[in-house]
């Protein structure tokens, strides 16, 4: 349950706009969590993959103007 609270920290870091406190959330799930096999991990890299997405798009667009 701790890893998946973790992971609900980080949707509210998002919806905050802190993206750099999401990533690094799921970052360290994805580095500490033990259980290898039960779908906290690949939960915790996919949505990382997506707010990295996320986070680029911001960062390119920021650049642009």
Known sequence: WLA???I???HNYEKQNDYFQAIHTLKSVIE???VKDD?????AQG???ELET???SK?????EK
Do not use: H, R
């Open 47 to 49: 949505y990382l993959k």
């Open 8 to 10: 609900l920290l980080a």
């Open 32 to 34: 500490n969590y033990s």
């Open 4 to 6: 998946q609270s973790f």
């Open 39 to 43: 779908g906290i991990i690949s939960e």
């Open 59 to 63: 960062v390119n667009k920021a650049s």
């Open 54 to 56: 996320k986070d680029n």
